[in-house]
Structures are given as structure tokens and as C-alpha cells.
């Protein structure tokens, strides 16, 4: 059971480039998730989606953009990135059952580094 | 909406030595609370949550919180610390019968031989 599988584990771009972060669970959530972990910061919310072909903002969704075509995989891309997107990136998620939350279950991570 | 502060940014105690990590949340509705971990260059696990029912709730590695509602507090405790729990410590909300959690800026627990 692969849970939540993140890729790729470690990415370095230019300035102006443009990626994607594939995000891929085999649990059957419903809900997904992509934060963005930096020091002192915690985990800030970039987009979500509740549910296949649904997406939302979050609390920092300026410079990415997400899709949802398939229930198992959430992307994020950036078109072109920026030095202040450097920053570890963490997909999530999870399940709603009788009306209780409980929890997210997190990837591993992505290490972005934008020089 | 939600907010969670955690008060302490880093922790360091001696081995052995009972830890209390603090986590203080803000909601106009009631909450689920939740703790994470994170070991070094890993994801989040979850500790424990509570939900609803008896304030005191037990989590995996001896962990344990106490949801106070009237102190609108949520705080991590653990009677005896090992060298393994060095990592950083999450605390997060959500609304109830919501899906969403808010995160809390994290506490460094640095555990000293």
C-alpha cells in the first residue's frame, strides 16, 4: 500500500522555468491537497480539491496552478519560476467519513530549489 | 476561520526527561485538533487526534495531548523523551465537518543525551 507518492523527490530550476509536481494516492480520497513547508513559516496552504476535476485556492496560490483529471492524481505546476518558490512541497490527502475528520495522510516531499 | 499558534519554536531537553510542547488554537466553531510529526527529511505522520469524547487522547510512540476547551488549548506531552523523538512537532485544526487544516508554525524538539 503506497499511500501518497510524490514526484520528483528533488528538482532544480532556473529562473523562468517551468515544472509540474505529480501527486498520486492509491487510498480512494476524495480530498487532496498541496502545501508549501518553509522555515519558521509551517505548512501554508497552495491549492485543494474536494474532489475529481475540482480545484480551489489556498492560502498561497499566487505563481501555481493544479488540476485534478483523475481522482488518484493532483499536479501542481509553476509556468515560470521564481527564487521565492525554493521550498520544500508537500501533497496530502484525505478522507471524510460520517462527517469526522481523520487527517491527512502526507507524501514525502519535493525539494524545489529555484536559482 | 482558524489559527493555531505554537508557542515554543524549539524545545531541547535531556533524554529521559518528560517533554510538554504547547499548542494554542483560535475558532469561532468547534474544532478537530490534530498533532504531526516530522522526523528529518521525511513527510508528516500523524500522531494523534481528537475528534470528539474524553479530552485526554493517547497517540502512537507514548505521545499524549489534552484538548482543554476552555483554555483553547492543545498541548503534546510526553512522560519520558528517547533520542528517536528528536523531530518537529505539528499542531493543526480544522472546523468541524470540515476538511481543511490549518498548520501551526511547528516546535523543534531536540532531545540531548
Known amino acids: 500500500n503506497a499511500g501518497v507518492t510524490q514526484t520528483p523527490k528533488f528538482r532544480v530550476l532556473k529562473t523562468g522555468q517551468s515544472m509540474t509536481l505529480l501527486c498520486a494516492q492509491d487510498?480512494?480520497?476524495?480530498?487532496m491537497y498541496w502545501y508549501r513547508q518553509d522555515p519558521g513559516m509551517g505548512l501554508r496552504l497552495i491549492h485543494y480539491?474536494?474532489?475529481?476535476?475540482?480545484?480551489a485556492k489556498g492560502e498561497v496560490p499566487d505563481g501555481y496552478n493544479v488540476s485534478r483529471l483523475k481522482k488518484q492524481n493532483f499536479l501542481l505546476g509553476l509556468e515560470s519560476a521564481a527564487p521565492s518558490q525554493t521550498s520544500v512541497y508537500f501533497c496530502?490527502?484525505?478522507?471524510?467519513?460520517?462527517?469526522?475528520?481523520?487527517?491527512?495522510?502526507f507524501g514525502s516531499g519535493t525539494r524545489l530549489t529555484v536559482v | 476561520a482558524q489559527s493555531v499558534t505554537q508557542l515554543d519554536s524549539q524545545v531541547p531537553v535531556f533524554e529521559e526527561a518528560p517533554v510538554e510542547l504547547r499548542c494554542n488554537y483560535s475558532?469561532?466553531?468547534?474544532?478537530?485538533l490534530f498533532w504531526y510529526v516530522q522526523y528529518p527529511n521525511q513527510g508528516l505522520q500523524l500522531l494523534l487526534k481528537?475528534?470528539?469524547?474524553?479530552?485526554l487522547v493517547k497517540g502512537i510512540n507514548g505521545f499524549e495531548a489534552e484538548f482543554n476547551k476552555s483554555q483553547t488549548s492543545f498541548h503534546l506531552r510526553k512522560p519520558s523523551v528517547h533520542i528517536s523523538d528528536t523531530a518537529e512537532y505539528f499542531c493543526?485544526?480544522?472546523?468541524?465537518?470540515?476538511?481543511?487544516?490549518?498548520f501551526g508554525q511547528g516546535t523543534r524538539l531536540t532531545i540531548n543525551p
Open positions: 496530502a490527502s484525505s478522507l471524510m467519513y460520517g462527517g469526522e475528520n481523520y487527517g491527512y495522510t
Open positions: 487510498m480512494n480520497h476524495e480530498y
Open positions: 480539491s474536494v474532489g475529481e476535476g475540482t480545484t
Open positions: 481528537y475528534l470528539s469524547g474524553s479530552t
Open positions: 493543526a485544526v480544522s472546523a468541524l465537518l470540515a476538511q481543511k487544516l490549518v
Open positions: 475558532s469561532s466553531v468547534s474544532v478537530y
